[in-house]
């Protein structure tokens, strides 16, 4: 589908007329409106260059069934809105190769409009968020009580917090920063309501995941890993947590992520 020239118009005519197991295509540079609710096992993926652009103040894509896919699309607003662009309500959902950005705001981030990339809601299993880009948001992700799946292999940046969460459960690996001239405030954030068995240690977390930064609000543990060989330098080695015992050593880490 796309903005003219296709079978359908708008995205929830073409989920409204697909059968579990459908691909929906999107081409071209389409703006929408509200909310388009992929209510089927479908897969819903851009061509080259495809891109949703939200226009007012709603979800953009709520994944509400059971093996339902989301792929390959650039999603963004006109204007930051108070939204996650994307919701996910159903079990098995994958979300994988898209990039989803907000529109520029000025700094400092504490003052950003609360505009996500994904939210889970809560207890949904078996999610896959895989090799996709988030940036230029209030947060990467919002993974609400008790959910769980693989996050893994997406690149994060210029967020206040790239990864939320609140007594979830995910298993994250491989996931980096990206961008180096606009940093994240944090990595991941796990919120003091968690359960004392998810995610014992910070230092074992941000390994896993490319020396991104992690904070636990339940013992103010905090692992910060530094992003290049010049945030070492004039005594930075000795601001990172776990610490550095000299400046060489500092260094010779940034080179192993």
Known sequence: MCAEGCSF???????DASQPG???RVEGNLAVSGTTTVNKAVTLTGTTGATLTQTSNAITILMAAAGSSLTGLTITSDVPYGREFVQVGAADVTISGNTIHGPAQALPMSGWTGNRAVVTQGSTTGLTLSGNTFHSLRSGAYLNPNGSGLIEGNT???TKGDFLIDNADFTFTGNVRGDASKPSEWGFVVFANTNADRYP??????SANNGMSAWDQRTGEKAVAPMTASDCKDGGWKTFSPAFSNQGRCVKSTKTQ
Not at 9 to 15: D, K, M, P, T
Request: proline share 0%.
């Open 9 to 15: 118009a708008s995205l929830q005519s073409a989920v």
């Open 22 to 24: 459908d691909i929906i």
């Open 156 to 158: 994060v940046y210029n």
């Open 201 to 206: 240690s910070m230092a074992a977390l941000s």
